[in-house]
């Protein structure tokens, strides 16, 4: 079966320190694996896109990077978190109809 | 811009109640997910609706879909506590080639009490 990773499950970061966040996926191969975050209280942003291998689509301009340097391992980065960065960080991957979600990661920058 | 929104944001409900969730979405659509979230969690997929008129039933939850309205339903019976948490749908639109993207309402957030 199949099964998505996700950590660290809680990240407490200081304002300007940088972020690096991973997700893996078992069982399957060449997923499409995506990246949300949610802020209090509200709904999820998806933030990234993947295909493939080095292949990353943005949704939004922000202070995040993501990349993928293995087929079912992706990764969300920063170079200097921002306050605005706190939230829960949700990685996602796709298989025909489903999506499923990771168990997340909540990031809090202080 | 795809736009998906749900009502209500908050619903308390008294155990035994019925009760619906609507979810309206912007854009050509005939996939329609429904997430449920606990506190502090991750999110767990209750339904996947694939075509107009689609239904599907878990326990004391029902949900239906109509494209034509862009129109998904959530429907609960006899509440429980145990159905007190967050509930998503999500929108499954074209994303360039052939991938596609999740677009998440608001929420509605279920408070089942005695």
């Known amino acids: 079966s199949q099964t998505i990773h996700q950590w660290p499950a809680t990240l407490v970061q200081p304002v300007g320190s940088p972020l690096s966040l991973e997700c893996t996926v078992e069982?399957?191969?060449?997923?499409?694996l995506y990246w949300y975050r949610q802020a209090a209280g509200r709904g999820l942003q998806l933030l990234f896109y993947s295909v493939g291998i080095g292949q990353i689509s943005s949704e939004v301009p922000q202070n995040l990077s993501a990349s993928r340097p293995q087929d079912r391992q992706f990764i969300l980065s920063s170079k200097k978190l921002l306050l605005s960065d706190s939230g829960f960080y949700l990685c996602a991957w796709r298989r025909d109809t489903e999506a499923f979600f990771g168990q997340g990661t909540r990031l809090t920058v202080v | 811009e795809l736009k998906v929104e749900q009502n209500p944001l908050f619903l308390s409900m008294q155990e035994g109640k019925n009760y619906t969730i609507y979810c309206n979405y912007s854009?050509?659509?005939?996939?329609l997910y429904w997430y449920r979230q606990d506190p502090g969690k991750s999110l767990e997929s209750l339904f996947v609706?694939?075509?107009?008129?689609a239904v599907k039933q878990e326990g004391r939850l029902m949900a239906s879909l109509d494209t034509k309205a862009r129109l998904s339903t959530l429907h609960i019976t006899a509440a429980v506590h145990d159905l007190s948490a967050t509930y998503f749908c999500a929108v499954d639109t074209p994303y360039g080639g052939t991938a596609s993207k999740l677009t998440f309402g608001t929420g509605t957030r279920l408070q089942v009490t005695l």
């Open positions: 609706l694939l075509s107009n008129g």
């Open positions: 069982g399957t191969s060449n997923p499409n």
């Open positions: 854009t050509t659509s005939d996939r």
